[in-house]
């Protein structure tokens, strides 16, 4: 099946500076998501991406759907201590007559004191 | 609009015994997902439901795992026996339409002794 690729694992950043984090796979996707789950709760929905090259803005969040269809990026400028969490990706794909999507490990942001 | 519910938050068992969880998704939303997340993981699809209907359950372990989705609401899910491994968060989420936008509920964190 399908395997999702996504680094950093995990990234320690100082207050105020930028964040990037990226996802790859071995085949194309028709849709590419990006979720934040704090401790203890749910991951949450951030931005969906359903077109190829297309760029979405959410805030201070940015994230792209490579052109290949086989990538996605999410970078969030000027990090505040409220975005300390895990971020995964999802890919979604059409299986067995199904929409399903396919996640990634997730990248853990800490910023540090 | 209420958010998918989900209880009890917090079950801690003992191997060989049996566990419930439930799960109230968002009105109005016809499919509803169950997934398993181990710690440091991205969720993994248990099952999902069109309405009252099985749409995939593939990954469930059926020898110990069941799920029901009665009158296409809410949604019970069943470990019997538990094993050590079953160890987890259990998540509850729902979508409308477009399946990549689900809307996940705070989780149940199962630990088993």
């Known amino acids: 099946g399908q395997q999702l690729n996504q680094s950093p694992q995990s990234m320690f950043i100082q207050e105020g500076e930028d964040v990037s984090m990226n996802c790859t796979s071995s085949?194309?996707?028709?849709?590419w998501l990006w979720y934040k789950q704090d401790p203890g709760e749910g991951p949450v929905l951030l931005i969906a991406?359903?077109?190829a090259g297309e760029l979405t803005s959410n805030g201070r969040l940015t994230a792209q759907f490579g052109i290949t269809r086989k990538d996605s990026f999410l970078n969030i400028s000027a990090s505040i201590p409220s975005d300390v969490g895990i971020y995964f990706c999802?890919?979604?794909?059409?299986?067995?007559?199904?929409?399903?999507?396919?996640w990634g490990a997730g990248t853990k942001l800490i910023i540090k004191p | 609009e209420a958010g998918v519910a989900q209880s009890p938050r917090y079950k801690i068992i003992e191997k060989r015994q049996s566990v419930a969880f439930w799960c109230n998704p968002i009105?109005?939303?016809?499919?509803l997902y169950w997934y398993q997340q181990i710690l440091g993981q991205g969720p993994k699809l248990l099952i999902q439901?069109?309405?009252?209907?099985?749409?995939?359950d593939s990954q469930l372990p059926k020898d110990r795992f069941s799920a029901e989705r009665l009158k296409g609401v809410d949604s019970t899910l069943k470990i019997q026996p538990a094993k050590l491994e079953d160890s987890a968060v259990y998540l509850c989420?729902?979508?409308?339409?477009?399946?990549?936008?689900?809307?996940f509920g705070p989780g149940t964190r199962l630990t088993v002794t």
């Open positions: 989420a729902s979508s409308h339409g477009r399946a990549g936008e689900q809307y």
């Open positions: 009105s109005g939303h016809a499919t």
């Open positions: 439901f069109q309405n009252n209907g099985v749409v995939d």
């Open positions: 991406l359903y077109k």
């Open positions: 085949s194309i996707f028709n849709t």
């Open positions: 999802a890919g979604q794909e059409f299986m067995d007559s199904n929409y399903q999507l396919i």
